[in-house]
């Protein structure tokens, strides 16, 4: 450049024959020095320039090998300058992208950007645009251009590039339709199942898509919802509803099956939605209820049956009632009368007249005791539990002066119950105790601890003989016996007018016992509101 400015000072001279060497030589120096220093600011706004954008420029000959590099060349290609002239880019750079278009492009002679190279030693990235200088015949002079290094950026577009595709994979394995639109309602991106809910329109499943071309365009032909709306009604009552992105609605297909859409905002001002096929659930739903009303049908029917069966026993124990008196008593009487009189087979045989008729009679009172359980049953009062033990162990006297037992109360509370049902619980209970006891006194402790939802828990404990595993819910069943007549006495209906009055008050009966040193009967009921 300078060299050229000192030959256009030369030119200009001989253009001033009328004046002095000595002032043309003045005048051509102080351009020339101006001339300077503009150049060399130049080259400093351009060494800053390039630092700052890390690029450097390069000039090449014909054959393509660099003959010039200015800018920090280090920096951008981890290469010194002196290292790369009179070499081609491809004994140091590998194409990372663009293959095809810089072979077209050179062997035309043509300009050509944005073509990505990586260093053969390393994972530097370089962007590299070019262009091809012509001398004034036209030949070509080779190219020039600028590198940069574009590392950063090609690295931040690989990860955004991996994880498009690892979200884009994440979608393809939802079962369900997942589509993301813009704040102006335009497709962004849809998974493959997407098509399975707009069949008719999956041309249009493509970014840039607005929603109720889409819409519009899947109904028109053919694919509307079950609705009594037209297409243009329903289309803009979906529009509406999708823009305001609240959605959660259910319908059916033409086909037969039912979706649900549900479709919410982002934060950008997009919408993104979720189709899911829904009809095994509708099917699932459908059997469920055609199944409740069958258990519906069924307890109504259960219940009439019951009724009917507690209607049935409190009739037929009330009838028999009249004629076993009669029987008992016309048996007392004759052995009375003849006890003795006859032979040994006859005494023996009277003897178990009296006997069965004795057991029929108390068959039957306990057995009208079950029906009345719920049926003639007063409506549920205030009591002190306490005094209701009280008044079953008062009952009990006998029995227990008999057995030698000891029972323990401890501090119970008011609860809500029927007054003449409750003594039976704890009457069966304590008499239960003593009645099936080990060769040790009985004893039998009751006590309560808080249950929950507003209900007391009371236990029932004895050191008696105890109930096998298996058979601590069977002895709940009406008229089950765990044991011979011959050896404990009793109709097997007690501890199932225990569990009817306890289910009566609205609580449940369990037990916990251990074979050979005792139970406990656990059951709970109602307290008092407050107490």
């Known amino acids: 450049m300078i060299a050229q400015l000192k030959r256009k000072s030369r030119e200009t001279a001989a253009d001033w024959p009328d004046q002095a060497p000595s002032a043309r030589e003045r005048e051509l120096e102080a351009r020339l020095r101006v001339a300077e220093d503009r150049l060399a600011r130049a080259d400093g706004d351009l060494e800053r320039a390039l630092r700052l ?272 008196r009669m029987v008992a008593s016309y048996c007392q009487l004759l052995k009375r009368r003849y006890a003795g009189k006859l032979d040994s087979d006859a005494d023996e045989f009277i003897e178990f007249a009296v006997e069965g008729a004795g057991r029929m009679q108390r068959l039957i009172n306990d057995l009208l005791t079950y029906s009345r359980v719920g049926r003639r049953g007063e409506a549920l009062v205030p009591l002190q539990l306490g005094d209701i033990v009280k008044a079953a162990v008062a009952n009990l006297q006998a029995a227990i002066a008999d057995a030698g037992a000891t029972i323990d109360i401890d501090d119970l509370p008011q609860i809500m119950g029927d007054p003449t049902q409750l003594p039976q619980v704890f009457q069966n209970l304590i008499g239960n105790a003593i009645k099936f006891r080990r060769d040790e006194p009985p004893v039998v402790r009751v006590a309560a601890a808080p249950a929950a939802n507003g209900f007391v828990e009371i236990t029932v404990e004895d050191n008696g003989i105890g109930i096998e595993r298996e058979y601590v819910e069977k002895v709940f069943l009406i008229f089950q016996r765990l044991h011979g007549r011959d050896k404990y006495s009793g109709t097997g209906i007690g501890l199932a007018i225990v569990k009817k009055v306890v289910e009566h008050h609205g609580g449940k009966v369990w037990i916990d016992s251990t074979p050979g040193e005792g139970s406990r009967f656990r059951f709970t009921l109602p307290l008092v509101s407050g107490g």
């Open 53 to 324: 954008s890390h690029t450097c420029i390069y000039e090449t000959g014909p054959d393509l090998r660099l003959n010039r590099l200015v800018g920090t060349t280090e920096d951008v290609m981890g290469v010194a300058p002196a290292a790369l002239i009179g070499k081609k880019f491809a004994q140091f750079l590998v194409l990372g992208r663009g293959a095809n278009e810089i072979s077209t492009a050179v062997h035309r002679q043509r300009a050509f950007k944005n073509l990505v190279y990586r260093g053969r030693t390393g994972a530097r990235y370089l962007r590299i645009t070019g262009k091809p200088q012509f001398d004034a015949d036209g030949e070509f002079c080779g190219y020039h251009g600028a590198i940069s290094n574009a590392t950063g950026r090609i690295e931040a577009e690989q990860r955004a590039a991996d994880h498009y595709r690892r979200f884009h994979e994440a979608i393809e394995c939802i079962p369900a339709s997942l589509m993301l639109f813009d704040a102006d309602d335009r497709l962004v991106i849809c998974n493959s199942a997407s098509q399975d809910f707009f069949p008719r329109a999956k041309e249009l499943l493509v970014p840039g898509t607005r929603f109720e071309e889409l819409l519009r365009a899947d109904i028109e032909r053919g694919h509307l919802w079950k609705t009594d709306k037209t297409i243009d009604e329903f289309v803009e009552k979906r529009v509406a509803d999708h823009l305001a992105a609240n959605t959660d609605v259910i319908g059916a297909l033409p086909d037969g099956r039912w979706i649900q859409v549900i479709e919410r905002p982002t934060t950008d001002g997009g919408v993104i939605g979720i189709r899911m096929n829904i009809s095994e659930l509708k099917q699932t739903e459908a059997e469920l209820k055609e199944k409740t009303l069958q258990l519906e049908e069924h307890s109504r029917e259960l219940k009439r049956s019951n009724t009917e069966l507690e209607q049935f026993a409190y009739v037929a124990s009330h009838d028999l009632q009249e004629p076993l």
